[in-house]
């Protein structure tokens, strides 16, 4: 599992003083690519290998309000890796420890063109050791 860390900005907030629902897309997105980034490869290198990664499908449950200032903690971990899939699961918990979402997104291994393609050998030889199945209580 990957820990990334987000403060809420005021951007993020909605004018009752939390984030906006689609918002956590865009934290989970940046949580993503850190991750990527951690597994040694960045998304931006694979887009040059002509391998993008876009989201198919997003599942999100809302348990608890981030708000402004929070200290976010987004767990990111892979759920499923198959020949031209990869989902992750995510959590997000606030400087309490509560936990404020939970979601997986699902996403579909391309070329640019939108052609489905095989992950890469090496990010699967990199990735396939930390998937974790059933975390997810949807």
Known sequence: MFIYQH???YAECTVGDHIYHSRYLD?????????????????LDLQNED????VIEARLRYKFPAR?????????WPTLMER??????HRV?????????????????TT???KPRRLPEELAA?????????????
Not at 51 to 54: A, N, R, V, W
Not at 68 to 76: A, K, N, P, S
Not at 93 to 107: C, D, I, M, P, R
Request: hydrophobic share 45%; proline share 3%.
């Open 112 to 114: 640019r063109a939108g």
């Open 68 to 76: 402004y200032d929070d200290l976010l903690t987004i767990e990111v």
């Open 27 to 43: 934290l989970l997105e940046a949580a993503r690519g850190e991750y990527m980034r951690s597994s040694g490869r960045t998304v």
């Open 7 to 9: 403060r809420v900005t």
């Open 51 to 54: 391998c993008i990664f876009p």
């Open 93 to 109: 918990l606030n400087q309490n420890g509560k936990l404020v979402l939970e979601a997986e997104t699902f996403h579909a291994c």
């Open 126 to 138: 990199a990735l396939v050791p930390l998937v974790v199945a059933g975390r997810i209580t949807f």
């Open 84 to 89: 031209v899939r990869l989902n992750f699961g």
